[in-house]
């Protein structure tokens, strides 16, 4: 069935240094890979997105890459400051499903 | 727009009772989604409703799991009877037409199951 798995569940950088969360996926009929943040206490938010007929796409300091071939795709994250302190999820989507990875806890360290 | 509506925010109950949790999409909105979200699952898929019609309930974990979509405006999730490892937060999502593009998330329903 469809999957998705998130590394590492958590990450600490130094503030200023870049951070990168990796998935993969399963099914390679999948075409759509947002990015979630959700701060504590609060909802998650779309911060970026790509479908798969794009291999790189950049929104200030983060980034996606996709590589379909091996059915992997990471969030880039550069110039870390406090307020990217959250857990961050991926997805991925089947028509109309959409499935999440398990989450990165994200620590900006001072 | 007010975004989307959950209610409660935080439920309390006893074990065995019901509990019925409660959405309304964006307006216009044609897709609604229900997750659940704990440490140890992350964000858990239970069932996605397309112009107010169950597409997928794979998600659901049991029987004691249901979900209506009586109109484009509102949809509720039942559990009867409730049991401790149900606790978890439930988020309601919406989309314009599907899981492929920007999901508005609500701000979810705290549920403890005593």
């Known amino acids: 069935g469809e999957n998705v798995e998130q590394h590492p569940s958590t990450l600490s950088v130094q503030e200023g240094d870049s951070a990168v969360i990796k998935c993969t996926y399963s099914d390679s009929a999948s075409n759509y890979f947002p990015w979630y943040k959700q701060e504590l206490g609060k909802r998650p938010q779309l911060i970026i997105d790509i479908r798969s007929n794009v291999g790189e796409k950049k929104d200030q300091r983060i980034a996606v890459t996709l590589n379909k071939t091996a059915k992997h795709f990471s969030l880039h994250i550069t110039e870390t400051q406090p307020e990217d302190s959250a857990v961050y999820f991926c997805a991925a989507s089947w028509g109309d499903k959409i499935i999440f990875g398990k989450g990165t806890r994200l620590h900006i360290l001072p | 727009d007010a975004g989307v509506i959950q209610s409660p925010r935080h439920e309390v109950t006893e074990m065995g009772q019901e509990v019925t949790l409660r959405c309304k999409p964006i307006s216009g909105h044609n897709s609604l989604f229900w997750y659940r979200q704990t440490m140890m699952r992350g964000l858990e898929l239970l069932i996605y409703f397309n112009n107010n019609v169950p597409i997928d309930d794979s998600g659901m974990p049991e029987d004691r799991f249901s979900a209506k979509m009586p109109n484009a405006s509102f949809s509720t999730l039942k559990i009867q009877p409730s049991e401790p490892r149900d606790s978890a937060v439930y988020f309601c999502?919406?989309?314009?037409?599907?899981?492929?593009?920007?999901?508005?998330f609500g701000s979810g329903t705290q549920l403890s199951v005593l």
């Open positions: 999502a919406s989309s314009l037409t599907g899981g492929d593009e920007k999901l508005f």
